[in-house]
Structures are given as C-alpha cells and as structure tokens.
C-alpha cells in the first residue's frame, strides 16, 4: 500500500454550461494537485457530486484521473452506500486498476446501529481486495460511528486500514487515535480542526480547501506531521477565513467558486446543489486576492 499519510484531497467534478464533465478542465485539477504537493486524491468523493452522476460518467471520471495521474501519487476511490448486498456486488465487479485504496462512508439515511454499522464494514472488507477507509460524516448520514466500533473493525480487518474522522468533534478525533491499534489512520475531514489532529496524532487530512490552495495546506499539514507547531499554525491562521467562507453555503459551491476564480474551471453544479451568491463569490475574490 502506498503512503496515505498527509493531505489527500476530494477531488470536484468540474462541469461545461451545459452540465456535461468537463474532461480538460479535470485534467487540469489533476495536474494542479500533483504539481503542488498534494499526497493524494479521493476521486468519486461527496464533493464531486457523485450522487449525481451517472455510471458512465463515474467511469469517464475514473479513467481520465488514472491516465492523468499516471501512478504519480496514490488515487483512492470513493464507494459506498446503505445498501449493503449492493455495495459488495459493485466492489466486486469493478476494477481498480490504478486505484490504491477504497474510501466507504458509514450507511446513511438508514440510521443503523452500531452493530449495523459494524457488520456493514465486515462485509464490505471481506469483499475488498484493496485496503479500505472508513469515513464517518454524521452530519450528511444523521449517525455517529461511535470510538469503540472504529476500533472494533480496526482490530478485526487488517485491510481496514483508516477512518476519515468528519464529525468536527476534536474529543471524539483523539479517543479514536488512543483507542485504534498503532499504524491504524486516523485522517481528518474537517478542514479547521486538522491540524490540531494531526499534533495529536492523527495521520493528516481528506481536504475540500485543501484542493484550493494544495501548496499552503500541504505545508501546513507536513508541519504539523513534523511537530514545528508555530510555523504550521501561521498558515493555519491565514487560511481559517477561506474555509469558513468555502462551506458558508454547502459544498461544493464554495471550493468551485474558488476554481472559477483561480481560472481553473468554470463555476457550475448539478442539482439540488446551486452555485455560491454573489455576495460570498465576492468575499471569496477578495480573500484569494489579499491571500499572498
């Protein structure tokens, strides 16, 4: 297994006018993340708006980022559902050629047990030949992947390899690093408090603001992974602003804002999720303005 430590990004999707991906603008972000110090990306993510997607363009996604990367750095996949016969049926009929590991949020909607939760993860590691993820986002699937059932699966599935930890609870974040067995990664979803997981070992980040500016909050977490405290919490100072202003109006509507700005991809989302108001793209242009 490659190095998954550090920043990792979710990657968007960017979209044409007309709503199609946009294959070029894809490229780009691509080669964005690797040419500024980015670990690795999270393709197929909530923030690609993969719910709106269909199968062949998740394809045409997947393609065009394996090519484009080229082996460079590793490429997880992002797969899960609350229904779980059917995420077993997909792990094992797609092919993962240039992917490294699995990102599998914990079901959603259902609102399962722990004990739900925990044979849900049994089944989908005894279908997996690549390492695997948790990732525990309470706020979008409206249930907590409590301590002891992350370091229940942690114990029991050796290709059960890490969580993405996005409750926003840093109590939660550090019971999970003391309770997980040594090498398990405890990897930070919440932009604002990665940092302080990182110092208190957690193993870095899955990052929305960190696709935005990869080469300040790469140096961030990389500091941090260091433990030269006071150099990484400067730059978490200068960023904190943008990532309160990135997720002012849901994601991904503010990180595209973000791209638009930046002349990386034009600002366009799928329904339900609308572009930011003119009013935070306006705060946003001037954050990135003065950012330097």
Do not use: W
């Not at 979710?10 to 964005?32: G, N, R, W």
């Not at 269909?54 to 996949?77: A, C, F, M, Q, Y």
């Not at 939760?117 to 706020?139: E, R, T």
């Not at 730059?235 to 990180?255: M, R, S, T, W, Y």
């Amino acid at each position: 297994m490659k190095n998954l430590k550090g920043t990792g990004v979710a990657l968007i999707t960017p979209f044409k006018e007309d709503k199609s991906v946009d294959v070029e603008a894809l490229k780009s972000l691509v080669e964005y993340q690797i040419e500024n110090n980015i670990d690795y990306i999270v393709v197929l993510g909530t923030t690609a708006e993969s719910a709106t997607l269909s199968t062949e363009e998740k394809e045409l996604i997947k393609s065009t980022i394996v090519e484009k990367n080229d082996g460079r750095i590793p490429l997880v996949l992002g797969m899960g559902s609350n229904n779980t016969q059917a995420l077993v049926e997909e792990i094992k009929a797609t092919n993962f050629d240039g992917f490294d590991a699995i990102l599998s949020v914990s079901p959603y909607y259902n609102k399962p047990t722990q004990e739900g939760i925990y044979q849900h993860f049994q089944a989908v590691s005894k279908a997996s030949d690549l390492p695997i993820i948790l990732y525990n986002v309470p706020g979008r699937t409206s249930s907590n992947m409590e301590v002891e059932t992350v370091a229940r699966l942690a114990r029991d599935f050796d290709n059960i390899i890490g969580i993405k930890e996005a409750k926003g609870d840093l109590v939660q974040a550090m019971q999970m690093i003391s309770a997980t067995p040594e090498g398990f990664l405890v990897i930070s979803g919440d932009d604002m408090i990665t940092l302080p997981m990182v110092l208190a070992g957690g193993a870095g980040v899955i990052s929305v603001i960190g696709e935005g500016f990869p080469k300040e909050f790469s140096e961030m977490v990389n500091l941090g992974l260091e433990r030269k405290v006071d150099e990484a919490f400067k730059i978490h100072h200068k960023i904190a602003p943008a990532i309160n202003l990135i997720f002012a109006e849901g994601n991904p509507a503010g990180i595209k804002s973000v791209f638009e700005i930046q002349g990386l991809c034009k600002n366009e989302l799928r329904l339900p999720l609308v572009k930011a108001s003119e009013e935070l793209q306006l705060k946003l242009k001037d954050f990135i303005e003065n950012f330097k």
